[in-house]
Antibody, heavy 121, light 106 residues
Framework: EVQLVESGGGLVQPGGSLRLSCAASGFTYTNYWLHWVRQAPGKGLLWVAH????????NYADSVRGRFTVSRDNADNTLYLQMNSLRAEDTAVYFC??????????????WGQGTLVTVSS | DIQMTQSPSSLSASVGDRVTITCRAS??????LNWYQQKPGKAPNLLIY???SLQSGVPSRFSGSGSGTDFTLTISSLQPEDFATYYCQQSYSTPRTFGQGTKVEI
């Protein structure tokens, strides 16, 4: 069974740091780009970051660039999101997502269950 | 960045109704358009990819159409389990932007 399981969320003070992890199983991990998508309480979906197959191709939403770092461990099938200088507006459920690429296009075909990050004093 | 605009933001419908949701991109995205369904407290679930291809396991009452900048998600006969929020997303370029969502309510 294809599975993505996030962990590492919790309550953190403004200005603090947190590292999210996403353990992948049930598929050939190194064949897929991976993304982080977040959803603030009661709001819509916002793409946060992506990472390419070997970890060398990364990109970020403007709102997190310079504060967040995405990485992957291809030996351990784990995706990470290091979040620094956290702000109240970063409060959200963070989803780890697999992107599948076919001849037709690209789509997010597998999502983790999400982990809640709350930034508050 | 490509902006995605969905309409309506919410709609009320009954079981058996035909429901149509539209999504417009700020520039041509060819057919790099996906649709997701999200139920409260759950992760989104892929319904339609490449504008009109039905994801495996998704009921055939869901269909998608469109190309360029204008796209449509249609539910041919609304079922009780279809009450949810629906999002379009473009995968033409980074960032992979989403529409603001359409909540389908009773």
């Amino acid at each position: 069974e294809v599975q993505l399981v996030e962990s590492g969320g919790g309550l953190v003070q403004p200005g603090g740091s947190l590292r999210l992890s996403c353990a992948a199983s049930g598929f050939t991990y190194t064949n897929y780009w991976l993304h982080w998508v977040r959803q603030a309480p009661g709001k819509g979906l916002l793409w946060v970051a992506h990472i390419g197959l070997d970890g060398g191709n990364t990109n970020y939403a403007d709102s997190v660039r310079g504060r967040f770092t995405v990485s992957r461990d291809n030996a351990d099938n784990t995706l990470y999101l290091q979040m620094n200088s956290l702000r109240a507006e970063d409060t959200a459920v963070y989803f780890c997502v697999r992107e599948i690429t076919t001849s037709s296009g690209r789509s997010f075909d597998c999502w983790g269950q999400g982990t809640l990050v709350t930034v508050s004093s | 960045d490509i902006q995605m605009t969905q309409s309506p933001s919410s709609l009320s419908a009954s079981v058996g109704d035909r429901v149509t949701i539209t999504c417009r991109a700020s520039q041509s995205i060819i057919t790099y358009l996906n649709w997701y369904q999200q139920k409260p407290g759950k992760a989104p679930n892929l319904l339609i990819y490449a504008a009109s291809s039905l994801q495996s396991g998704v009921p055939s009452r869901f269909s998608g159409s469109g190309s360029g900048t204008d796209f449509t998600l249609t539910i041919s006969s609304l079922q009780p389990e279809d009450f949810a929020t629906y999002y379009c997303q473009q995968s033409y370029s980074t960032p992979r932007t989403f529409g603001q969502g359409t909540k389908v309510e009773i």
